[in-house]
Each structure stands twice: as C-alpha cells, then as structure tokens.
C-alpha cells in the first residue's frame, strides 16, 4: 500500500488555513449583521467643514463661468511693470587666465559669481558692468555680462 505524499506538518497548515478563513468569513458576517442599512453621506458647508447635515442654500454663490480666470490675470493700469531683469555692478575681482570673478550689484550690495562662458564683453576690475542673473550651482550667477 502507498503511503500518502502529505506530512503531518503539512495537513496542520492546511487546517490552520482554513480555520483562518472561517474565522474571517464570521468576522465579514458579523460586520454586515451590525451596519445599518442605507447610506451615510457627509457634507461640506460653506466654510469648508465636513458636516454630516445638507449645507444651507441659502449660502450658495453663484459664480459666472466668465468670471473664472486661468493663469496669469492681465494687468490693470496703475500696477508696477515688471523689474527689469537687467543689472548693473562693478568688477571687484576678476582673473582672465582662470576664466571666473564677482561682480557687485550696485543695488543691493551683492556679490555675485561670473565666468567667462556667461560674459560678453571683455572685463578688468573696477568696470562698471551690466548683468542678469541665473541660478547656479551655488547660487545666483551673473550672465549676459557687458561692459557699461
């Protein structure tokens, strides 16, 4: 007579499995047995909180599709235009052979990095210059830098 290919060990686990999955089969039952029929909905009121009553509608605003504005909103007169995104400094430290220097901004007092792939005119120290700015690595750099 043959003898059978499952262990012991293995029977044990199959029971285990499907004592778990009547132990969960109960539970489900159990939750559906307790919930009461019907839906349960949840609001949200004219400050923005979830209420669990219908939002008054008297409240409502009505908003016009026209009124609606995607993007940027044009400017009216009277706002500032734009700053300008050009700059103007002094050369305070500049070194042609390794190709980089600073540049400070008359505005603010800035210091700012320069090299020679964002120069255009050639610079020495103490020129007055005008730059733009562009952020870097480290920071903002000055490009676009011509002599004044």
Known sequence: M???????????????????REE???????????KTPGIDFAYVD???NLVDTPPDPSMKVEIE??????????KEEGE?????????????????????????DN??????????????DEITENDIVSFELEKGQRGMNAVKVKKV
């Open 2 to 20: 043959a003898k059978s290919q499952q262990t012991y060990s293995k029977k044990e686990k199959e029971k285990a499995k499907q004592k778990k």
């Open 24 to 34: 969960k089969q109960k539970k489900k039952e159990a939750r559906k047995a307790e």
């Open 46 to 48: 004219h400050n923005g």
């Open 65 to 74: 599709a026209e009124d609606i504005v995607l993007g940027i909103p044009p």
């Open 80 to 104: 500032r235009e734009a700053f300008d995104p050009v700059r103007q400094g002094k050369v305070s430290f500049y070194d042609s052979s390794k190709g980089f220097g600073f540049i400070i």
């Open 107 to 120: 505005e603010n007092n800035e210091k700012y990095f320069t090299h020679v792939s964002g120069i255009i």
